[in-house]
T-cell receptor
Framework: EPEVTQTPSHQVTQMGQEVILRCVPISNHLYFYWYRQILGQKVEFLVSFYNNEISEKSEIFDDQFSVERPDGSNFTLKIRSTKLEDSAMYFC?????????????FGAGTRLSVL | AQKVTQAQTEISVVEKEDVTLDCVYETRDTTYYLFWYKQPPSGELVFLIRRNSFDEQNEISGRYSWNFQKSTSSFNFTITASQVVDSAVYFCALSEESGANNLFFGTGTRLTVIP
């Protein structure tokens, strides 16, 4: 069964460093998303991406965040200068075009630890 | 503004008992979608079901059933004859037609099934 894959599964970084979280969405999907889940809290929407541009972003997604689809398969989330409060599980998701576009399939997540 | 409330933070049941997870939502949209996702100990988010606001038919899938009532803005999830493998955090989520497909999650209910 096709799935969303995320790498790495765990990323440890120093405060102030840049990190790139990588995702390979399901191959025929056209909508892509990033969410985050701070430990023990709910899953929060960060950004959605369609047709090579951001569709919507939340208040959390400030100037230190950016997303990119550098080729036909990868979808990345970059955090320019990490802060302690960026420590969280980051989930990538994707969905098809059409009536099922809001059924999002999630990857296993990348746990980001900022020290 | 949209909101999803899962008042039950943690539930423990003994194997083979039935359990109902509550979800109450708020939205101003007339067209919206409700979801349940499962997050097992391995951490990924697994899609379980989507209902749209015009379809109040209850749904049954094996041991899982869902009760959608617009009159009380609730979308409750029942597991019949629970099993240890059902132990997970369950999230209810809302997507509005006016939005860009992003999901608003509740805070989740941690279900522990005791053998």
């Amino acid at each position: 069964e096709p799935e969303v894959t995320q790498t790495p599964s765990h990323q440890v970084t120093q405060m102030g460093q840049e990190v790139i979280l990588r995702c390979v969405p399901i191959s025929n999907h056209l909508y892509f998303y990033w969410y985050r889940q701070i430990l023990g809290q709910k899953v929060e929407f960060l950004v959605s991406f369609y047709n090579n541009e951001i569709s919507e972003k939340s208040e959390i997604f400030d100037d230190q965040f950016s997303v990119e689809r550098p080729d036909g398969s990868n979808f990345t989330l970059k955090i320019r200068s990490t802060k302690l409060e960026d420590s969280a599980m980051y989930f990538c998701a994707s969905s098809v075009y059409g009536r099922d576009k809001n059924i999002q399939y999630f990857g296993a997540g990348t746990r980001l630890s900022v020290l | 503004a949209q909101k999803v409330t899962q008042a039950q933070t943690e539930i423990s049941v003994v194997e083979k008992e039935d359990v109902t997870l509550d979800c109450v939502y708020e939205t101003r949209d007339t067209t919206y979608y409700l979801f349940w996702y499962k997050q097992p100990p391995s951490g990924e988010l697994v899609f379980l079901i989507r209902r749209n606001s015009f379809d109040e038919q209850n749904e049954i899938s094996g041991r899982y059933s869902w009760n959608f009532q617009k009159s009380t803005s609730s979308f409750n999830f029942t597991i019949t004859a629970s099993q240890v493998v059902d132990s997970a955090v369950y999230f209810c989520a809302l997507s509005e037609e006016s939005g860009a497909n992003n999901l608003f999650f509740g805070t989740g209910t941690r279900l522990t099934v005791i053998p």
